[in-house]
């Protein structure tokens, strides 16, 4: 069973701010998809990351997979309060069909 | 587009009781799944299925059982419900190939056992 870690668990910023949240694990992955969920709704995929040190960019949000293909970042910059909502990270391995989720960040954005 | 659809949506259900829920696709998807999800825990793994007639256990089987009788649906059933049950279940699907195919969720279905 893999060691998947996202942090901080709860996120609570005013309109304007940036933040940063992380996703880590032990196991190295061959791709890392994140997620997020706005309540009363599934999750939607906003992006996947394949390369070791790939940098994605979403309009104002920015991912980044890490080197070693372990772990994960994700930073909103200019934080609006349409970003609000739980993110999470679901990394993946080559022919593994049990696809799994961290925990996730429930980010808050205040007007 | 209907995509991915639950039944239904709210349920309360007392201990002991049976239930069935119904997941959806119109994507004509192989690989489907059911998760759970409780406060500060993310996403569990029930059961999935990568295809007609075949299903698997997830991260937490224990008190499911699932059916994949059709391409289109699969069920999640609770024979004996337990309070410890009581969750939000959400159904997706994903197409056959390679683990950076994107997963495609229903609106969940909300589970109270009394």
């Known amino acids: 069973t893999q060691l998947l870690e996202q942090s901080p668990q709860f996120l609570s910023i005013q309109e304007g701010e940036n933040l940063t949240v992380y996703c880590n694990s032990s196991?190295?992955?061959?791709?890392l998809q994140w997620y997020r969920q706005e309540p009363g709704e599934g999750p939607v995929l906003l992006v996947t990351?394949?390369?070791?040190?790939e940098v994605k960019k979403l309009k104002r949000l920015t991912f980044q997979f890490g080197d070693a293909r372990k772990d994960s970042s994700l930073h909103i910059t200019a934080a609006q309060p349409g970003d609000t909502g739980l993110y999470l990270c679901?990394?993946?391995?080559?022919?593994?069909?049990?696809?799994?989720f961290g925990a996730g960040t429930t980010v808050t954005v205040r007007a | 587009n209907a995509g991915v659809t639950q039944t239904p949506k709210f349920r309360v259900l007392k201990t002991g009781q049976s239930m069935t829920l119904l997941c959806a696709q119109d994507m004509n998807h192989e690989y489907m799944y059911w998760y759970r999800q409780d406060p500060g825990m993310g996403l569990r793994l029930i059961h999935y299925?990568?295809?007609?007639?075949?299903?698997a256990k997830g991260e937490v089987p224990d008190g499911y059982n699932v059916s994949r009788l059709k391409k289109q649906n699969f069920l999640l059933g609770l024979e004996s419900a337990a309070p410890s049950q009581t969750s939000v279940y959400f159904c997706?699907?994903?197409?056959?190939?390679?683990?950076?195919?994107?997963?495609?969720f229903g609106e969940g279905s909300r589970l109270t056992v009394l």
């Open positions: 990351v394949v390369t070791g040190g």
């Open positions: 679901a990394p993946r391995r080559q022919n593994d069909y049990k696809l799994s």
């Open positions: 196991s190295v992955f061959s791709s």
């Open positions: 997706a699907s994903r197409p056959a190939g390679g683990a950076t195919g994107e997963l495609f």
């Open positions: 299925s990568v295809g007609e007639g075949t299903t």
